[in-house]
């Protein structure tokens, strides 16, 4: 009866009703999924609460919820003590149910239990607003939640500090005095739109953009786990950047990351930016079990790509179904599958080379000279395709002869594979490098296995080594060599065919054929070369480089004299011949034709150049690339890689929209489902991504779950209107950005006063601006930008500034070298001030001074930094000697830039670091400071000398040494202030 009373009481309550994904969901979800949920094995009761029917349906006289007599639901009885037969709900042990939540509960089943899909699963919907677009949109519809909850916005903040704020969250970087002054004296309507759109054109706006993805990406340089060698990926960090800068649209942005290298007009960018899914751990590990990291990578892979584009935990549902969402673990398997199918290793990466696939990737003047030595070079191909009377007249001659010894062309004899080696070295690279021996030219110094000097070199004949198959060779960081003769009866081209594991390199009669210093599994064919044979005896040589894992040689003579498609050519009557065949006569003529021999050389003169150059890129580009045929997926049972269930094809959880019915089974596919218009999550978790770096929080608190344990929107309409509007513009990133920035919400004074901060201490409700303490790289820039001392370089390798000494070798692997990152080298000059985000990221040492302010390890991807305030962040910013060395150069900067009196300085010290004019008692306060430190250091000029000597810039000698002691002291302080590190 009580229960009864309680459901017509609570029923009348509310004209609009509970909202099921809003008010209920959440409830069960915390409370009731874990053991009622999605999860089949974790399932009791033969209950779902998570389906619809399963709640409501007969189960024998009673329903868990009774729509015809609510207070006869079995949830009711349950979540009030249950009777003498069940427990009650939830069971002993668990959190209980608050009142709150069992008022809505009761709520729920007296209004007829109505339903309803999760939110984020339902296509977003725009509210008309009159029509109403833009900054003015965004306004009306948080303007209309501030009137629920019986709040007026805060006024606008002072243009000075709308000024930092836009500049920062826009650029990474605080404004100039210059723009600071030119700014305010420019009372114009349209003085703030325009400071917006010059920051949105800024170079520096591409790097605050990279830079939040960085996190996602979980970008690094160097590979993790317990050796965390040194890699390259700087070249795909350069690429988000330009990405940025460019305004790529948001879809095209996605499918490049994802699914680049799949494009049917994939370019050397396209492939680097398909590096998104490579920035993932690797391990070189001795012992490694190669399919077991297979394995962990393809499943970062999917937790990467559902976080970062779909705000799912996916990853949940790798060992069991998902217990709070709709995502079964056959269907994570269906998902790992678009990413387990690429030609990398699980064991691969070591002495600071990158892993399988990569690409090289050249620097703009390399690029520039490629392209001049192609153009040659198709001037010359074009003249050698030039058919003269003369070379018609020899084509024809030859071409009759070819014919008439068709099939009496005696083939060579090959003597079986003599092989030496492995002779091992420290690493890979040097392995390829040192001359064991054998090699043509200079013996190199290194250790030679087995026994005796390079001079003593032990051939073993090895008749088992047949053409035609891959063969293993045993060795890690280490160069076989491979030597046969050829015995040809006469002079005539041959076509050889190699594989390697990894590089390899071929002398024919003591001249280099090949020379591939790449990283890859042995396979038939991978480099074809063509030769001139002399008549008797020639010499082959190769050299077979295994980096790690193991090692193999691939090799077969193809054909000897012309190719057999010239063969087959040459035995059609000249008059029968088509155009292709005359073509191919004439393409392989111009090969061999003696008078053409100079055209050639030049054509190989030409190669040579290339190929300097293709040898030594700038840097490379680890890449996705998928195998030649797939790599079958199965459900792994727990997860366990060698625990291998049903085969399953690639796919999407069903909650979700289908694939269209001609989609690719294919990360292209995948790539091209997220950014349906169609799709409920992936527009709405980008705005939220954008929301939550102008204002420091998402309208989904959570942008890691936008599933059922995950936040509610703090405004869904206007959720809803922003991704709804970035699909509409052509997933405009620029566009968004600026709309926000625009906007009377994101322009708000950050004060608040002590009653609206205890009702909502987060600024949920956005009835102020936001304030919040900048991200680590940030806080580093401002004072490096501040000082003068920040470098203008963008992209390229990444730098190494001051870091105290030994932390590296503390913590790295025993016995590396600096190769592959294990001992950190300090730069000198420019390298010590670049931005906080090229700092070299290693991801089990990341950089100590944006450690202590919250950044993360890089080792998984990141979508919210958290945010903490401890005393040692006060001595990082007083005591580092990167922010000494900044203090000091921004107070020589103070000191020469500006001349009179105390106060004129201070104002600008203010202007330079928190963006604003001080108030008289701030004057005071750092005037006292710079009359107190002027006495000490006068009285102790050894300590004045031993601050201003902090660093490597160099120092005005023209300033005084206590003078210049006491300003860096001010600066210090101005860099330690709240206001400083703060973004209001």
């Given at each position: 009866?009580?229960?009864?009373?309680?459901?017509?009481?609570?029923?009348?309550?509310?004209?609009?009703?509970?909202?099921?994904?809003?008010d209920?969901?959440?409830v069960?979800?915390?409370?009731?999924?874990?053991?009622?949920?999605?999860?089949a094995?974790?399932?009791?009761?033969d209950?779902?609460?998570?389906?619809?029917?399963?709640?409501?349906?007969?189960?024998?006289?009673?329903?868990?919820?009774?729509?015809?007599?609510?207070a006869?639901?079995?949830?009711?009885?349950?979540i009030?003590?249950?009777?003498?037969?069940?427990?009650?709900?939830?069971?002993?042990?668990?959190?209980?149910?608050?009142?709150?939540?069992?008022?809505?509960?009761?709520?729920?089943?007296?209004?007829?239990?109505?339903?309803?899909?999760?939110?984020?699963?339902?296509?977003?919907?725009?509210?008309?607003?009159?029509?109403?677009?833009?900054?003015?949109?965004?306004?009306?519809l948080?303007?209309?939640?501030?009137?629920?909850?019986?709040l007026?916005?805060?006024?606008?903040?002072?243009?000075?500090?709308?000024?930092?704020?836009?500049?920062?969250?826009?650029?990474?970087?605080?404004?100039?005095?210059?723009?600071i002054?030119?700014?305010?004296?420019?009372?114009?309507?349209?003085?703030?739109?325009?400071?917006v759109?010059?920051?949105?054109?800024?170079?520096?706006?591409?790097?605050?953009?990279?830079?939040?993805?960085?996190?996602?990406?979980?970008?690094?340089?160097?590979?993790?786990y317990?050796?965390?060698?040194?890699?390259h990926?700087?070249?795909?960090?350069d690429?988000?950047?330009?990405?940025?800068?460019?305004?790529?649209?948001?879809?095209?942005?996605?499918?490049?990351?994802?699914?680049?290298?799949?494009?049917?007009?994939?370019?050397?960018?396209?492939?680097i930016?398909?590096?998104?899914?490579?920035n993932?751990?690797?391990?070189?590990e001795?012992?490694?079990?190669?399919?077991?990291y297979?394995?962990?990578?393809?499943?970062?892979r999917v937790?990467?790509?559902?976080?970062?584009?779909?705000?799912l935990?996916?990853?949940?549902?790798?060992?069991?179904d998902?217990?709070?969402?709709?995502?079964s673990?056959?269907?994570?398997?269906?998902?790992?599958?678009y990413?387990?199918?690429?030609?990398?290793?699980?064991?691969?990466?070591?002495?600071?080379?990158?892993?399988?696939?990569?690409i090289?990737?050249?620097?703009?003047?390399?690029?520039?000279?490629?392209?001049?030595?192609?153009?040659?070079?198709?001037?010359?191909?074009?003249?050698?395709?030039?058919?003269?009377?003369?070379?018609?007249?020899?084509?024809?001659?030859?071409?009759?002869?070819?014919?008439?010894?068709?099939g009496?062309?005696?083939?060579?004899?090959?003597?079986?594979?003599?092989?030496?080696?492995?002779?091992?070295?420290?690493?890979?690279?040097?392995?390829?490098?040192?001359?064991f021996?054998?090699?043509?030219?200079?013996?190199?110094?290194?250790?030679?296995?087995p026994?005796?000097?390079?001079?003593?070199?032990?051939?073993?004949?090895?008749?088992?080594?047949?053409?035609?198959?891959?063969?293993?060779l045993?060795?890690?960081?280490?160069?076989?060599?491979?030597?046969r003769?050829?015995?040809?009866?006469?002079?005539?081209?041959?076509?050889?065919?190699?594989?390697?594991?990894?590089?390899?390199?071929?002398?024919?009669?003591?001249?280099?054929?090949?020379?591939?210093?790449?990283?890859?599994?042995?396979?038939?064919?991978?480099?074809?070369?063509?030769?001139?044979?002399?008549?008797?005896?020639?010499?082959?040589?190769?050299?077979?480089?295994?980096?790690?894992?193991?090692?193999?040689?691939?090799f077969?003579?193809e054909?000897?004299?012309?190719?057999?498609?010239?063969?087959?050519?040459?035995?059609?009557?000249?008059?029968?011949?088509?155009?292709?065949?005359?073509l191919?006569?004439?393409?392989?003529?111009?090969?061999?034709?003696?008078?053409?021999a100079?055209?050639?050389?030049?054509?190989?003169?030409?190669?040579?150049e290339i190929?300097?150059?293709?040898q030594r890129?700038?840097?490379?580009?680890?890449?996705?690339?998928e195998?030649?045929?797939?790599?079958?997926a199965?459900v792994l049972?727990?997860?366990?890689?060698?625990?291998?269930?049903?085969?399953?094809?690639?796919?999407?959880?069903?909650a979700l929209?289908?694939?269209?019915?001609?989609?690719?089974?294919?990360?292209?596919?995948?790539?091209?489902?997220?950014?349906?218009?169609?799709?409920?999550?992936?527009?709405?978790?980008a705005?939220?991504?954008y929301?939550?770096?102008?204002?420091?929080?998402?309208?989904?608190?959570?942008?890691?779950?936008?599933?059922?344990r995950?936040?509610?929107?703090?405004?869904?309409?206007?959720?809803?209107?922003?991704?709804?509007?970035?699909?509409?513009?052509?997933?405009?990133?620029?566009?968004?950005?600026?709309?926000?920035?625009?906007?009377?919400?994101?322009?708000?004074?950050?004060?608040?006063?002590p009653?609206?901060?205890?009702?909502?201490?987060?600024?949920?409700?956005?009835?102020?601006?936001?304030?919040?303490?900048?991200?680590a790289?940030?806080?580093?820039?401002?004072?490096?930008?501040a000082?003068?001392?920040?470098?203008?370089?963008?992209?390229?390798?990444?730098?190494?500034?001051?870091?105290?000494?030994?932390?590296?070798?503390?913590?790295?692997?025993?016995?590396?070298?600096?190769?592959?990152?294990q001992?950190?080298?300090?730069?000198?000059?420019?390298g010590?001030?670049?931005?906080?985000?090229y700092?070299?990221?290693?991801?089990?040492?990341?950089?100590?001074?944006?450690?202590?302010?919250?950044?993360?390890s890089?080792?998984?991807?990141?979508?919210?930094?958290s945010?903490?305030?401890?005393?040692?962040?006060?001595?990082v910013?007083?005591?580092?000697?990167?922010?000494?060395?900044?203090?000091?150069?921004l107070?020589?900067?103070?000191?020469?830039?500006?001349?009179?009196?105390?106060e004129?300085?201070?104002?600008?010290?203010?202007?330079?670091?928190?963006?604003?004019?001080?108030?008289?008692?701030?004057?005071e306060?750092?005037?006292?400071?710079?009359?107190?430190?002027?006495?000490?250091?006068?009285?102790?000029?050894?300590d004045?000398?031993?601050?201003?000597?902090?660093?490597?810039?160099?120092?005005?000698?023209?300033?005084?040494?206590?003078e210049?002691?006491?300003?860096?002291?001010?600066?210090a302080?101005?860099?330690?202030?709240s206001?400083?590190?703060?973004?209001?």
């Amino acid at each position: 009866m009580f229960i009864a009373c309680v459901l017509l009481q609570l029923s009348g309550t509310s004209p609009d009703g509970l909202d099921f994904s809003r008010d209920v969901r959440p409830v069960l979800a915390k409370h009731c999924f874990e053991c009622h949920g999605p999860d089949a094995a974790a399932r009791k009761g033969d209950l779902r609460l998570d389906l619809e029917e399963d709640v409501v349906r007969d189960r024998g006289g009673y329903s868990v919820v009774d729509r015809e007599a609510p207070a006869e639901s079995e949830l009711l009885s349950r979540i009030h003590g249950g009777d003498a037969f069940f427990d009650a709900m939830p069971p002993e042990g668990e959190p209980a149910l608050s009142d709150e939540e069992l008022r809505v509960l009761e709520r729920w089943v007296a209004e007829g239990a109505p339903w309803g899909e999760h939110w984020a699963f339902r296509p977003p919907v725009q509210s008309s607003l009159g029509g109403e677009s833009g900054s003015v949109a965004i306004d009306l519809l948080v303007q209309e939640r501030l009137r629920a909850e019986g709040l007026e916005a805060a006024p606008a903040a002072s243009r000075s500090t709308l000024l930092r704020r836009v500049t920062l969250d826009l650029t990474g970087l605080p404004p100039t005095p210059e723009e600071i002054r030119t700014f305010l004296a420019d009372d114009s309507p349209a003085a703030y739109e325009g400071v917006v759109d010059r920051l949105l054109a800024s170079p520096r706006f591409g790097e605050r953009m990279a830079l939040q993805w960085l996190d996602v990406a979980r970008y690094a340089d160097t590979n993790g786990y317990s050796i965390d060698g040194g890699r390259h990926m700087w070249a795909w960090r350069d690429w988000v950047i330009d990405a940025f800068n460019a305004n790529m649209p948001f879809d095209q942005f996605t499918v490049e990351q994802l699914a680049g290298d799949l494009l049917p007009d994939a370019t050397v960018s396209s492939r680097i930016a398909s590096g998104f899914n490579r920035n993932h751990m690797n391990t070189h590990e001795g012992g490694t079990i190669e399919e077991e990291y297979l394995v962990e990578y393809a499943a970062d892979r999917v937790a990467t790509t559902s976080q970062a584009w779909l705000g799912l935990t996916m990853g949940c549902a790798r060992c069991h179904d998902h217990k709070y969402d709709p995502i079964s673990q056959r269907e994570y398997y269906q998902f790992f599958a678009y990413f387990n199918s690429i030609t990398d290793r699980g064991n691969d990466g070591d002495g600071g080379k990158n892993s399988v696939p990569f690409i090289p990737v050249f620097s703009e003047e390399q690029g520039r000279r490629l392209e001049a030595f192609e153009r040659e070079r198709a001037e010359v191909l074009g003249f050698l395709d030039e058919m003269t009377p003369a070379r018609a007249g020899r084509l024809e001659a030859w071409a009759e002869s070819e014919a008439r010894r068709a099939g009496s062309r005696p083939a060579p004899v090959l003597s079986p594979w003599s092989v030496a080696g492995p002779f091992r070295a420290e690493s890979g690279e040097e392995a390829f490098r040192v001359n064991f021996g054998p090699e043509p030219g200079p013996v190199g110094q290194a250790k030679v296995e087995p026994d005796g000097g390079a001079s003593e070199i032990a051939w073993v004949i090895r008749e088992d080594l047949t053409d035609g198959v891959p063969h293993a060779l045993p060795g890690v960081k280490a160069s076989t060599y491979l030597k046969r003769a050829v015995e040809c009866e006469e002079a005539g081209p041959l076509q050889l065919s190699f594989g390697s594991d990894d590089a390899i390199r071929a002398w024919w009669n003591g001249v280099l054929i090949l020379d591939a210093n790449v990283r890859r599994g042995v396979q038939p064919h991978q480099e074809r070369v063509r030769v001139v044979a002399q008549q008797g005896r020639n010499e082959l040589l190769v050299k077979i480089v295994n980096d790690s894992g193991p090692g193999g040689v691939f090799f077969e003579l193809e054909s000897s004299g012309p190719p057999v498609e010239v063969r087959r050519a040459l035995a059609v009557e000249a008059s029968a011949r088509n155009e292709e065949q005359h073509l191919r006569l004439a393409a392989y003529h111009g090969s061999i034709d003696p008078a053409l021999a100079e055209v050639r050389a030049e054509l190989d003169l030409l190669r040579q150049e290339i190929d300097a150059i293709e040898q030594r890129p700038e840097t490379t580009a680890m890449v996705m690339e998928e195998r030649a045929m797939r790599r079958p997926a199965h459900v792994l049972m727990r997860g366990v890689y060698d625990q291998k269930g049903e085969e399953v094809q690639p796919g999407t959880p069903a909650a979700l929209p289908p694939l269209p019915a001609d989609a690719r089974p294919d990360r292209l596919g995948l790539a091209r489902w997220l950014v349906d218009p169609g799709h409920p999550l992936t527009a709405r978790v980008a705005v939220n991504s954008y929301w939550q770096l102008l204002f420091g929080t998402g309208l989904v608190e959570t942008p890691e779950d936008f599933g059922v344990r995950g936040s509610m929107p703090s405004h869904p309409e206007l959720l809803d209107w922003l991704a709804v509007d970035f699909v509409g513009s052509g997933w405009d990133v620029k566009a968004m950005l600026r709309q926000m920035v625009l906007s009377e919400t994101y322009k708000q004074d950050a004060a608040v006063g002590p009653e609206l901060l205890a009702r909502d201490p987060e600024n949920r409700l956005l009835a102020r601006g936001p304030r919040f303490r900048l991200q680590a790289e940030i806080i580093r820039d401002v004072a490096l930008s501040a000082s003068g001392l920040l470098s203008p370089l963008i992209g390229g390798p990444s730098g190494r500034p001051y870091q105290p000494d030994g932390l590296w070798r503390e913590m790295s692997h025993y016995g590396s070298t600096p190769a592959t990152e294990q001992i950190y080298v300090q730069d000198h000059g420019e390298g010590l001030y670049r931005r906080g985000m090229y700092t070299i990221w290693k991801r089990t040492v990341p950089p100590p001074i944006l450690a202590a302010f919250d950044a993360p390890s890089r080792e998984v991807c990141v979508v919210r930094r958290s945010r903490t305030n401890t005393p040692l962040q006060a001595l990082v910013l007083l005591n580092e000697t990167g922010f000494v060395e900044a203090s000091r150069a921004l107070a020589q900067r103070v000191l020469l830039g500006s001349s009179g009196a105390d106060e004129a300085r201070i104002a600008e010290l203010y202007l330079l670091t928190v963006g604003r004019e001080p108030a008289a008692g701030e004057l005071e306060v750092v005037a006292a400071l710079l009359e107190r430190e002027r006495a000490r250091f006068a009285a102790r000029p050894g300590d004045a000398e031993a601050l201003i000597s902090v660093g490597e810039s160099p120092r005005a000698e023209s300033l005084g040494a206590a003078e210049h002691a006491a300003w860096t002291l001010a600066a210090a302080l101005m860099l330690n202030l709240s206001e400083t590190v703060t973004r209001g």
